[in-house]
Every structure is written in structure tokens, then in C-alpha cells.
């Protein structure tokens, strides 16, 4: 599903963030990236859902190299990639449901699609209860759900979760990361950039290490995962 051909990248002035990489995730995988910080993991996520363009190489996502996409026709490839953030990104005076619902509005969704599709996303995060509620109402972990929520509300093939629990308390962060394992576990792809190796444990799933730019450890599911 995921392909990265002999992909680089390099910043003006301030070094190669990746170097020659080349991995391939398949469809329904859930593969956890992880490497200190600066490593170049969100730099590769990044590049998933094409907010940055390789200096070299190739990226194919279900065989079409989305280097090459015209500017104008990302957001359509975009609703098929979620993308949930460290810091939740909300907007801070929409309710929960409007939150959601806002990211359908963008994609041109009608009122029935809305009306039909949000409550069934809230009810997979649980917090359907809560869908009246406002950000400031809501604690961490509820936050980051309703960001989930928002990510899969276009039903899309891939998940990218950039340090997901960056801001989370332990009993938060497993519940996160339950979730990402149940929503995978529909189909979807989780590509899951942490640096918790709790987390990755917990999972147990295929895990590249980012070392320097460069993929040094592409260990597949099954044995403890050590940094």
C-alpha cells in the first residue's frame, strides 16, 4: 500500500533529515516508528500524506507516486489518509460534534452524510455522550479522540499518528492506543510515530527504528522491542 523508494530528505541549512530510505507497509498493517527526537520520524510521516515532497525518491501509496500530485488535488488524496497530532488541534469553540462535522464541511459533505456519519465515529471513540461538549470541557485523552474521531470520519485507508500521546497521562495513553489497535483492527492502516517503547511493546506490531535519517531496524510483530 505504502512504498518509499530511495527517498531522501534534505532542509536548506540544516542537514538531510532522511537518507536513502526505502521500507513498504502493506495494507491493514500497524507499524510503529520510533527513534529519538530529531531522528527523522515525523519528517517520514510528514511525507505520507505529501505536507512535504522527498528531495530524492519515490513514495507510492496503492501504486501512484503522490511526489508527483499537482498541488490542487492533495486534499482529495488526503481524505483518504487521517492524521492525528500531538496537540489535538481542535478549535476551541466548536463542540465536539461540530469539530468532526467541520472536517466533512471542508470535503464538500452534505448535511445527511454529516448527520449520519459523526455519531457513528463518536460512538467508535466513545464519546457520543459527549458530543455537545466543548474542548475546554474535555480532558486529554478525551481531546485526542475527538482528533481520532476526526481522522476517521472520511473512512479513510490510513491513519498517521504523529506522537499521539505525547500530552497524555498513562492511563490515557493506553486507552489511546487501544483504540488506534481497534481501529486498526476494522482495516485500517496505523502508521503510529512514538517514542515510548511501552507503547510499542504494548502493541506488538511491526516497528522501524529511525536512526539519523536512516531506517536502521525493521523488526516484524512478536519479542520485546528494545531502543
Known sequence: MIVFDNVSKQYNGSGVALYDVNFEIKEGE???????????????????????????????????????????????????IGVVFQDFKLLDKKTVFENVSFAMEVAGK?????????????????????????????????????????????????????????????????????????INQYGTTIILATHNIEIVNLVNKRVLTIDDGRVVKDQLENGKYIL
Open 110 to 182: 452534505s448535511d445527511k452524510e454529516i448527520e449520519d456519519d459523526v455519531p457513528q465515529v463518536l460512538d467508535i471513540v466513545g464519546l457520543l455522550d459527549k458530543k455537545g461538549r466543548y474542548p475546554s470541557e474535555l480532558s486529554g485523552g478525551e481531546k485526542q479522540r475527538v482528533s481520532i474521531a476526526r481522522a476517521l470520519v472520511h473512512r479513510p485507508d490510513i491513519i498517521v499518528a504523529d506522537e499521539p500521546t505525547g500530552n497524555l497521562d498513562l492511563v490515557n495513553t493506553w486507552d489511546i492506543v487501544q483504540l488506534l489497535v481497534k
Open 30 to 80: 500497524f507499524v510503529s516508528v520510533v527513534g529519538q527526537s530529531g531522528a527523522g520520524k515525523s519528517t517520514l510521516l510528514k511525507m505520507i500524506f505529501a505536507e512535504e515532497k522527498p528531495t530524492n525518491g519515490r513514495i507510492l501509496i496503492k501504486g501512484r507516486d503522490i511526489t508527483e500530485i499537482k498541488q490542487n488535488k492533495l486534499p482529495i488524496l488526503r481524505r483518504h
